[in-house]
């Protein structure tokens, strides 16, 4: 969802992902309930596409902005357990070059703190 003119602001203590058109894709870990940042960066012509989350069980998009210099920032939650693979690219088509930015995310239980019946002093300690 384009919200262009929206502000879309992320946390700067958010984690965040800045999707890469390069082998290994990069990856992101992060557990459930967690709100996360996506940069797609920019490219030489054209505005980067709405970002594509391949797995809506694990991650849905809260806001998605176009930035200044064409590039992207999507914000996602962290909403179930799994791996999601993300994709963008640029608009409009090239017959001469068409980039793909991807990336991974993995998303995992929610830690639990430990508790008083969990923790076992050591002697010494």
């Given at each position: 969802t384009q919200t262009t003119g929206t502000s879309c602001s992320a946390n700067p203590a958010w984690p965040y992902i800045t999707l890469d058109d390069r082998l290994p894709r990069p990856t992101l870990s992060v557990p459930v309930g967690v709100v996360l940042v996506v940069?797609?960066?920019?490219?030489?012509?054209?505005?980067?596409?709405?970002?594509?989350?391949?797995?809506?069980?694990?991650?849905q998009e809260q806001c998605s902005v176009l930035l200044a210099d064409h590039g992207r920032r999507t914000i996602l939650l962290a909403v179930g357990r799994g791996h999601s693979d993300l994709e963008a690219t640029v608009t409009p088509a090239s017959n001469a070059a068409m980039p793909a930015w991807l990336g991974n995310v993995v998303v995992t239980a929610?830690?639990?703190p430990p508790t008083a019946s969990s923790l076992k002093v050591v002697a010494g300690d």
């Open positions: 940069e797609v960066p920019r490219w030489g012509w054209g505005e980067a596409t709405d970002l594509s989350i391949s797995n809506t069980r694990v991650l929610v830690a639990r």
